[in-house]
């Protein structure tokens, strides 16, 4: 019996051709991922009549975990691109901050500074880190106990290519204010978007099909975005249920993206197996069909957390935050829920 996920790959195939960073706290942990071994994932294609399965195998390429979150990963340390009011660290003066650091039982923190009072003007010391390998397609299993949020913070887990944005733009979890839902956002040169009609039909019922078109440039930055309905993918909804797993696969078939809550991560991933055909109705899908892969390269993983800036800062007194957002960041105390406790990151490749 051909399971729903490989339905929903072979449906997309009848969807024609048409035609990516600005987008306008804690618990215990439970378990750490298990062993990982070389896996199996189930890709169905159609042809000829009957469907006729292929099995893909996937081997663990890069697994991210504790120490190697501060040395397999690059510190940006320059001005942020999105005109938030940080001041992103240096490796060096954020372990020196004790704004990135490991835990005893192996988790990574990264945090904005929560304890110094500011002038003016002044910014807020925070953190952005990226993979120092790139990537072209993949599977990538982000497990996440906790991340940021509240009035003026913008937190984003995300991959991006060079020469921003020909080289593409996967925003999987990202938000502003007060927001309890995430939102993913594919960024894109022209040639991009997503077809609402199919694609609404086939993702998850607690998924809403925000902007189509994913080209962006600098007057319109918007993106093509899936809004989940579920206040457990973001923000204190997300850390009070002890975080959860993102899991997207990037393949010539499109990019798609599941989201696990911490009691319901399926056992193949937690076994270090994982089976997206096991997985059920994604969150998000993008389509080559409609959004080829070539607009998507070289890609860097970041997790990284501004303030205000070009939508936190723009939407900040509509979503229900206090006074103006340059003031609003002066206070330390505002930023005790300002922090990201990472499990791990695993990456595997078809071979």
Not at 165 to 170: A, L, Q, R
Request: proline share 3%; charged share 15%.
């Amino acid at each position: 019996m051909i399971s729903f996920f490989s339905f929903f790959l072979l449906s997309l195939m009848c969807v024609k051709n048409s035609t990516c960073h600005v987008h306008y706290l804690s618990l215990p942990i439970l378990s750490l991922a298990g062993n990982h071994n070389t896996w199996s994932i189930r890709n169905r294609h159609h042809g000829r009549s009957p469907i006729k399965a292929r099995k893909t195998q996937y081997t663990l390429e890069d697994h991210y975990q504790g120490q190697d979150f501060l040395d397999q990963w690059n510190f940006f340390s320059n001005d942020d691109p999105t005109h938030g009011l940080v001041d992103y660290q240096s490796k060096g003066d954020a372990v020196d901050k004790g704004l990135a650091y490991v835990q005893g039982d192996g988790t990574a923190v990264l945090k904005v500074d929560n304890s110094t009072w500011l002038g003016s003007g002044q910014n807020r010391a925070s953190v952005r880190i990226s993979t120092k390998k790139k990537y072209n397609g993949g599977l990538f299993i982000a497990d996440i106990y906790t991340m940021p949020h509240g009035c003026s913070l913008w937190p984003a887990y995300w991959s991006v290519g060079s020469n921003w944005p020909n080289g593409g733009e996967i925003d999987i979890l990202e938000g502003v204010n007060m927001q309890t839902n995430n939102q993913l956002t594919v960024h894109s040169s022209e040639g991009c978007s997503i077809v609402k009609d199919v694609v609404s039909k086939l993702v998850s019922a607690d998924i809403s099909v925000g902007n189509l078109q994913c080209a962006s440039s600098g007057t319109d930055n918007t993106g093509c975005a899936f809004h989940q309905d579920d206040t457990n993918s973001y923000g204190h909804g997300f850390n009070i249920n002890g975080g959860g797993v993102f899991a997207h696969l990037w393949n010539s078939q499109g990019i798609t993206v599941w989201f696990f809550t911490r009691s319901q991560i399926p056992s193949d991933i937690t076994s270090g197996n994982p089976n997206p055909d096991n997985w059920g109705t994604p969150s998000a899908f993008w389509a080559a069909d409609s959004c080829s892969m070539d607009h998507f390269s070289d890609h860097a993983l970041v997790f990284d957390t501004t303030l205000c800036g070009d939508w936190a800062g723009a939407t900040f007194s509509g979503d229900g935050c206090p006074g103006t957002c340059s003031d609003y960041i002066k206070d330390p105390s505002n930023f005790h829920t300002a922090h990201w406790k990472l499990n791990y990151v695993s990456v595997y490749q078809s071979s």
